[in-house]
Every structure is written in C-alpha cells, then in structure tokens.
C-alpha cells in the first residue's frame, strides 16, 4: 500500500453523495431532457411514438453516456462532480487511478443500481390495466432486490472502516479526499 493512499482520508457519506448528485445530473439529466423532446416531437399526433426504435435509440444513448461518463473519469480519478467536491477514487495497492477496466465495472454498477430505482418507482406506480402477471411481479421482486442490495451497499460506507460501497468493494477501490499537491509532498 502506498504512503499516499495511507496519508489521504477516505471520503465520507455527504461529500460522496454531493459528487454523485453532481455527476448524475451532467450525464443523464443534461442528454436526457433534450432526447426527450426530441423523442417527443417525432412521436405520433397524441405524443406516443409511432415506432419503438426512437425509444430503443434514446434508451441506448442515455445508457451509453451514463457508462463513457463514468468509465471515462473514474479511469482517470476524479469525475466532474468528484473534481468539485475535493475527492479521488483510487486502487490502495498502487495509490493511482483504477484503469479503465475496474472503471467500467465500477460503471456498470452504478448503472444498474440507479436504473434498479427508476424501474422500482415506475413498476410501483398505477399498474397495467390487467394487473401485473405472475412474470411481471417477479421481474418487479428482482428489481427491488437490486435495488435494497444497491442502497445497502452504500449505506455500508457508513460502518465501513475504509468508506467502501459495494461498488469499491467488488472493484477493489477507494474514494479519498484529494490533497493539495503542496501538502501532499510535505507528507513525504
């Protein structure tokens, strides 16, 4: 383990949650509400699509910015949100940045986790007009499980000697506060 992964503190709950919000909101929130009215001008007269493709094709773009957004920052460290609010994300054994490997795992997570959320909150809302069928009850318990297993696994951070979510652990990383450059060369 590097002298420098021991010398920075790991990032708390607040200052994590802060860089995410941060984070999300330039990769999905900025792509996704001028798809949406894009997606919604080509629609038919009552504003349903007349085609699935157009849906297909904003569902692709927005899973493809939100894993290069993530996979492209976190490989080099510091993603915008994480740049504004003073941490780094490293790999303990070397003390630099993960790679693009464990970055695009670490993505795909994230990915995962946050759509577990939104499906959650959609399939939770007015059912179909049938009713749920026994397939899509269990694809909705499935989902939660993701979901509980997603939040769980952030909240963890809080107990967790070394701050790690589930996404750190299952990548072999860790989030720290970023030194000054001066101050880090004083610790050597």
């Not at 577990?116 to 069928?133: D, H, K, T």
């Not at 809080?158 to 996404?167: G, M």
């Not at 750190?168 to 000054?180: E, L, N, S, W, Y």
Request: some cysteine; aromatic content about 12%; proline content about 7%.
């Amino acid at each position: 383990m590097s002298d420098r992964t021991q010398l920075a503190p790991y990032a708390g709950f607040w200052r994590r949650f802060a860089g995410h919000s941060i984070d999300w909101i330039i990769c999905f929130w900025a792509p996704f509400l001028p798809a949406l009215a894009l997606l919604s001008s080509i629609g038919g007269g009552d504003g349903e699509p007349t085609s699935p493709i157009p849906f297909i094709l904003l569902l692709f773009v927005l899973v493809a910015c939100v894993v290069g957004y993530f996979t492209y920052f976190w490989a080099r460290g510091r993603s915008l949100g994480m740049k504004a609010v003073g941490i780094q994300i490293i790999n303990p054994k070397s003390g630099r940045p993960p790679g693009v490997g464990r970055a695009f795992v670490r993505a795909c997570l994230a990915l995962i986790f946050a759509a577990s959320a939104v499906v959650l909150v959609l399939g939770l809302g007015e059912p179909p007009a049938g009713g749920f069928s026994s397939t899509g009850f269990a694809l909705l318990y499935a989902v939660a499980a993701v979901f509980v297993a997603g939040a769980l696994g952030h909240l963890w951070m809080v107990r967790d000697p070394k701050k790690q979510t589930l996404q750190d652990k299952v990548t072999g990383v860790v989030v720290t506060r970023k030194m000054a450059p001066a101050r880090a060369e004083l610790a050597q």
